[in-house]
Structures are given as structure tokens and as C-alpha cells.
């Protein structure tokens, strides 16, 4: 597939959008601020993974090589970002009464099962923290002497020794927007831990020796040494949260600055979505969740719905959340497999065949037809717009409709969708039905039951039509009749 529109990103340093041009040509190379794993992930968190693998994909789309790197911070961050208070790793270990390392283990498996169920790609390479420590302790030992001071608590970077301290977050001294509390001794406000030395008389779980005592590395410092440890000095992009803009990213660059000897700020493009907002709080605060993905599925929800309501907002706007926007997204999901179910038939494709690998969109060399061109150009130039999402899908879904050869149609699907990642050519329909945890009721009982409401209305017995309906309907389920969509049915809860 074409694609000629140039790719424009937004680029937080400068605060404009700028065409992308790679350091090495052909090449993208990008790294994404990743978890740090003493619990299960907030959807608001999980944001910037769909964002993050939006931008992976639109560079794979542009034509470009992928080089994506994404750390796992499973020592160092404290439970402040503004450099104050316990390690959060510690923290949750004591709480759980379990070693650091067991539950760094387990909420990184539960992440990953998570990036699995958003659809979300697998990275060239997951950088885990403590596997760098060693490559921290010397990058540290090569700044200090110039860039450096030691507190009783350990070694400080002082951030007037590098120009233009905060201009990321578009502030230079401590009243800005990437204020850091002050700390006793501190020469600085925004001065900040490189390495943080374990107090007398108490032992950390996750400790290492150092010129500057022995304790952990800073949180700033590990995204610093693996990026350009996995990426190079300088690299192309890295992505994170609106919330690392104001202290974590500044603080990178202030080491990367110094350990480069330059004003050099790592990567040549800083990329931040923004918040996810949940201004009703209804689904924790009257039952206590933690609102991560599990809590969605748990409620019926399909994970792809989630991507989906994250598309339908452009990566730098605020998106609100609630259960009413998440299941507006499901059924704008769900009519996406209905036409795509709609487009199969018209292929000639059997409904439930394995279809995906017949469609390889631009790998395989394919050129749209004419009448396809002006809407496989506004798709690209929509994703080429600093990561267009909600134009592109508006544009996928009227292909799915044109009145164009359905095999050609089915092959644009596939090379939108490697951008879009909804996963449209290896779901089936029945896979978005996710029955909620709390269901009084299984599928195969409901499936037995519409049955035998589908046999009573043949036989134009109403009376047991109506009391089979209203015994499902007591038990939380939805019988659809004459639904548009056509779906049966669905489960729902209070």
C-alpha cells in the first residue's frame, strides 16, 4: 500500500509538530517509560501502552525498521516522583509480606498479560532495571566528579551544572511545573537521587555496593543507561505519560546532557499522551476496585473495547472515562465485526475460517484500485497527522461499506487494521461476548434457554416465549430482539 504523506509528530521539547527524520535512515528507534511493577497497572497507565504501540505501528506502516524498547522498573522509584519518600518495590513487599523479587515477578507477568489482551506488540526488547545496575553504577562514576554531589542519603545530581534545566516541562527553577520538594542539603530544589545510599542500620532487599555506599539506583538514572544502552546516544524517540514530562523526563536529560558532554537530550523527539480522566469514580468508589483492565473484563467488557474508546481520542487529548463511554466503544466494536462479517460473505469467506493470512495489506505488494486510492491516501495521511486515530477509524469504517471488490476491501481492512491493531481479521464475532464475572448465569444455560424460547415462538406459544425472557431477565441478561446489531444477547449488571 502507498503511503506518501510525510509522518509529522509532536514534539513536547519544542512543544510543535516536526516531520520525522531518522538518525539512521530507514530505521525508527524508540523507547517507551514502562511500569514500575509493585501492582497491577491502572487503565489510566495502560493509555500510554495503546499510545505507545499506535506510534510502533505507524512507523512500521511509514516503512520504517522498528527498534522498540520498553523497561520494567523493578527497583528505584520511590512512591513520590518528586524524589521523596520509600521505594515502591520495598514498599509493596512488606505490605505483601513477600520478597521484592517475587513481586516484582508477578505484577510484571500480570502487565505483560495485559499489553497480550490490548493487543498491544511485543517490543524488540524488555529492559529490566536490576539487569543495568552494574551499567548505572558506571554511568554514574563517569558524571559525578562533574555533575555530582554526595548527601548523607547518597549521590545528587546538581542540575545547574547543564543547560537550559527543565525546559522539557517548560520550567527552571523550583515554583515551575517540574517542581521537586526540597530535600535538607540540597543545592538545588530539582536537584535529584542518582543513587540513593540504604540508611545505617537498615538493609534493603534489592541493595548493591557503589563508590557512594551501598543501596539502589535512582529512578531517574534507569531509563537513561538502558535507552542508550539498547538505542544509542543520540535516539529517535521516547514516549511516556503527560505526568513525565514535568519530572522523570527533565531529569533525564539533565544526565543525559552530562554524560554526553553536549546539550543533547537523548532523544531527538519527546512524545507524552495525556491523562485518562475518571471524573465519576463510580465503578471504585462503590465497590473499592482498582479500576484496571481485569475490572473491565470482570464487568463484560472486552479488552479491544478499551483500545478501541483510547483510538477514538487523539494521543494528546484528555480522555475521559466512564462505563457508558467504554460500552459506547464496545458497540462501535462490535458493528466493525458485523460489517467485517458482512464484507467475508461477500468474499465468499465461510463465517469462523481462518481468513487473516490471505490478506497481507502492504506486504504484499498490493495497489489499491481507484475508486479504493482517495481512502487508503486519507487513512495514511490521517496516521501520518501526528497519529490522526480518530479520523483513520472513521475512514476504516467507511471501506468496510464502499461499494468496492470485497477481497480488495478485506486486504485495505488488514493493512489499516496493522496500524489500528483492533485485531479485525483474527477475532471472531462470538469473541467480544465476555461474560462478567459476576453472572448469575453461564453461556450454556443461556444458550439452552434461547433455544427453547426460539422453539416456543415457532410454535407461536408466547406464554412460554415471555416466561422463558423473564426468567433470563432476572438473571441479568438481555435477551435482543430485533437488536440491529444482531446480537442475541448480553449479560448486564447493576
Given at each position: 500500500m502507498t503511503t506518501e504523506a510525510p509522518l509529522v509528530l509532536?514534539?513536547?521539547?519544542?512543544?510543535?509538530?516536526?516531520?520525522?527524520?531518522?538518525?539512521?535512515?530507514?530505521?525508527?528507534?524508540?523507547?517507551?517509560?514502562?511500569?514500575?511493577?509493585?501492582?497491577?497497572?491502572?487503565?489510566?497507565?495502560?493509555?500510554?501502552?495503546?499510545?505507545?504501540?499506535?506510534?510502533?505501528?505507524?512507523?512500521?506502516?511509514?516503512?520504517?525498521?522498528?527498534?522498540?524498547?520498553?523497561?520494567?522498573?523493578?527497583?528505584?522509584?520511590?512512591?513520590?516522583?518528586?524524589?521523596?519518600?520509600?521505594?515502591?518495590?520495598?514498599?509493596?513487599?512488606?505490605?505483601?509480606?513477600?520478597?521484592?523479587?517475587?513481586?516484582?515477578?508477578?505484577?510484571?507477568?500480570?502487565?505483560?498479560?495485559?499489553?497480550?489482551?490490548l493487543n498491544?506488540?511485543?517490543?524488540?526488547?524488555?529492559?529490566?532495571?536490576?539487569?543495568?545496575?552494574?551499567?548505572?553504577?558506571e554511568f554514574a562514576k563517569e558524571i559525578a566528579d562533574k555533575h555530582c554531589y554526595e548527601l548523607d542519603g547518597g549521590l545528587y545530581f546538581d542540575t545547574a551544572t547543564v543547560p537550559d534545566y527543565g525546559r522539557l516541562a517548560r520550567s527552571v527553577n523550583d515554583e515551575g511545573e517540574g517542581r521537586i520538594e526540597a530535600v535538607e542539603g540540597k543545592r538545588q530544589p530539582q536537584d535529584f537521587?542518582?543513587?540513593?545510599?540504604?540508611?545505617?542500620?537498615?538493609?534493603?532487599?534489592?541493595?548493591?555496593?557503589?563508590p557512594w555506599g551501598r543501596g539502589a539506583p535512582g529512578w531517574h538514572l534507569e531509563c537513561s543507561v538502558m535507552s542508550e544502552a539498547l538505542l544509542g546516544h543520540p535516539f529517535d524517540i521516547h514516549t511516556g505519560g503527560i505526568d513525565h514530562r514535568e519530572i522523570h523526563h527533565p531529569n533525564e536529560i539533565a544526565q543525559n546532557q552530562a554524560h554526553s558532554c553536549n546539550a543533547d537530550s537523548g532523544a531527538r523527539i519527546?512524545?507524552?499522551?495525556?491523562?485518562?480522566?475518571?471524573?465519576?469514580?463510580?465503578?471504585?468508589?462503590?465497590?473499592?476496585?482498582?479500576?484496571?483492565l481485569q475490572v473491565l473484563v470482570d464487568r463484560g467488557f472486552h479488552p479491544l473495547?478499551?483500545?478501541?474508546?483510547?483510538?477514538?481520542?487523539?494521543?494528546?487529548?484528555?480522555?475521559?472515562?466512564?462505563?457508558?463511554?467504554?460500552?459506547?466503544?464496545?458497540?462501535?466494536?462490535?458493528?466493525?465485526?458485523?460489517?467485517?462479517?458482512?464484507?467475508k460473505a461477500q468474499a465468499g469467506i465461510e463465517p469462523?475460517?481462518?481468513?487473516?493470512?490471505?490478506?497481507?495489506?502492504?506486504?504484499?505488494?498490493?495497489?489499491?484500485?481507484?475508486?479504493?486510492?482517495?481512502?487508503?491516501?486519507?487513512?495514511?495521511?490521517?496516521?501520518?497527522?501526528?497519529?490522526?486515530?480518530?479520523?483513520?477509524?472513521?475512514?476504516?469504517?467507511?471501506?468496510?461499506?464502499?461499494?468496492?471488490?470485497?477481497?480488495?476491501?478485506?486486504?485495505?481492512?488488514?493493512?489499516?487494521?496493522?496500524?489500528?491493531?483492533l485485531n479485525l481479521l483474527a477475532l471472531d464475532r462470538a469473541d467480544l461476548r465476555v461474560h462478567p464475572a459476576d453472572a448469575q448465569i453461564t453461556e450454556t444455560e443461556i444458550a439452552e434457554q434461547l433455544s427453547l424460547r426460539t422453539e416456543a415462538r415457532a410454535n407461536k406459544n408466547f406464554a412460554a416465549s415471555d416466561a422463558i425472557r423473564d426468567a433470563l431477565i432476572a438473571k441479568g441478561v438481555e435477551v435482543m430482539d430485533g437488536d440491529p446489531l444482531g446480537w442475541d444477547w448480553a449479560v448486564t449488571l447493576d
Open positions: 509532536y514534539n513536547s521539547l519544542t512543544r510543535s509538530a516536526e516531520p520525522f527524520a531518522p538518525i539512521h535512515p530507514g530505521e525508527a528507534r524508540l523507547y517507551t517509560c514502562g511500569p514500575t511493577v509493585y501492582n497491577f497497572q491502572h487503565i489510566g497507565n495502560m493509555r500510554a501502552y495503546v499510545f505507545a504501540d499506535t506510534l510502533g505501528r505507524a512507523l512500521s506502516h511509514k516503512g520504517y525498521k522498528l527498534t522498540h524498547i520498553i523497561n520494567i522498573t523493578d527497583v528505584g522509584h520511590l512512591t513520590s516522583d518528586a524524589d521523596e519518600g520509600a521505594d515502591k518495590m520495598e514498599k509493596a513487599a512488606a505490605a505483601a509480606g513477600k520478597s521484592a523479587w517475587d513481586i516484582a515477578k508477578f505484577y510484571t507477568q500480570a502487565y505483560w498479560a495485559d499489553i497480550d489482551r498491544i506488540r511485543q517490543p524488540a526488547k524488555w529492559s529490566i532495571a536490576t539487569e543495568y545496575v552494574p551499567a548505572m553504577i537521587a542518582i543513587w540513593r545510599k540504604t540508611p545505617t542500620g537498615e538493609t534493603r532487599q534489592m541493595e548493591w555496593d557503589s519527546w512524545m507524552h499522551n495525556n491523562f485518562l480522566i475518571d471524573r465519576g469514580s463510580k465503578m471504585s468508589k462503590s465497590s473499592g476496585e482498582f479500576l484496571r473495547a478499551f483500545r478501541l474508546m483510547c483510538l477514538q481520542a487523539h494521543y494528546r487529548s484528555e480522555l475521559e472515562f466512564s462505563l457508558e463511554n467504554l460500552a459506547a466503544a464496545l458497540t462501535r466494536l462490535k458493528r466493525l465485526f458485523i460489517a467485517r462479517d458482512r464484507l469462523g475460517s481462518a481468513f487473516a493470512s490471505l490478506f497481507g495489506g502492504e506486504s504484499s505488494g498490493w495497489e489499491p484500485s481507484a475508486k479504493l486510492q482517495p481512502h487508503i491516501e486519507r487513512f495514511d495521511s490521517a496516521i501520518s497527522d501526528d497519529l490522526n486515530t480518530p479520523v483513520a477509524l472513521t475512514v476504516l469504517e467507511e471501506v468496510l461499506t464502499l461499494k468496492v471488490d470485497p477481497n480488495e476491501r478485506l486486504t485495505a481492512v488488514a493493512a489499516m487494521d496493522k496500524v489500528l491493531g
